[in-house]
């Protein structure tokens, strides 16, 4: 199978009004939307739209939730001008663990028939249930797949909504890397990235995921709450989600 397993680090550092780093082992799976079903029969210990130790879940995507993951992704390139017949998509994304998931952001890496990355679309959650697509066409420069976006969705409470982000995408045999850089007012904000190592998917590789990182999206969503207590004891400026000014985000360039 192209499907796979993703173990690494996120990390995210905010520089203003005060530096805050913080660091977590994960790990994704990476799965070949064409494949699905395949995993399922493959795999004991995961399953597609029905309870397992780890389940993948359609509707935990996209919004309204999908019934088909890989037809609806489609159809949203189609609308996007992006005819994607041929191409594979592989979304990278945190399964339910024993029924529960949160995914702050979740990527479809979007390849063509001769298998050069041409969209990325980041599937962003905030903790209030909402969902948020944005696609980006990205442009390569050196071993680096590039876009950036106008920051158009509601996340956490101590950044404002009015930001860009820029991207950067690294698919390679070695693994994969993202990094998302967020600025406001044209000054740096926060920087994110994802390094992971690529494994084999399978029951014996999903067991060791299950042992080395436990619960690992309910860590995630109290790892949210955690952090944002900090920053709030630390006097960062709270901004609330009722008062978000949602506008739709300019074209990548």
């Known amino acids: 199978m192209n499907s796979h397993l993703l173990e690494g680090k996120v990390m995210h550092r905010r520089t203003r009004p005060f530096t805050y780093r913080l660091d977590h082992a994960v790990y994704y799976v990476a799965l070949d939307l064409g494949e699905l079903d395949e995993v399922e029969r493959t795999l004991r210990l995961v399953s597609r739209n029905r309870r397992n130790v780890l389940s993948f879940r359609d509707g ?3 919004d309204p939730p999908a019934v088909d993951v890989d037809a609806r992704i489609r159809q949203h390139l189609r609308d996007e001008g992006v005819e994607p017949d041929g191409w594979q998509v592989t979304l990278v994304t945190s399964l339910r663990v ?5 995914n702050p952001a979740s990527f479809y890496l979007c390849r063509d028939a001769a298998g050069e990355l041409r969209v990325v679309i980041v599937e962003v959650h905030n903790t209030h249930g909402e969902r948020h697509l944005y696609t980006l066409r990205t442009e390569r420069r050196g071993a680096w797949h590039v876009a950036s976006m106008a920051k158009a969705f509601y996340v956490s409470p101590f950044i404002e909504i009015d930001g860009r982000y820029n991207v950067r995408v690294r698919d390679d045999a070695d693994g994969l890397r993202i990094a998302i850089d967020e600025s406001q007012d044209g ?3 926060l920087y994110t ?3 992971l190592r690529r494994v084999r998917l399978t029951d014996r590789a999903v067991a060791r995921m299950l042992v080395r990182h436990p619960f690992v999206t309910q860590k995630t969503i109290a790892a949210i709450h955690l ?3 900090r920053l709030w004891r630390r006097g960062a400026r709270f901004h ?3 008062d978000a000014r949602r506008r739709p985000a300019e074209a990548t360039r």
């Open 193 to 195: 990235s994802l390094v």
């Open 187 to 189: 000054q740096p904000l």
């Open 98 to 102: 024993f029924g529960y998931v949160f």
């Open 240 to 242: 609330r989600h009722a």
């Open 227 to 229: 952090h944002a207590w």
């Open 60 to 62: 935990d995507h996209l």
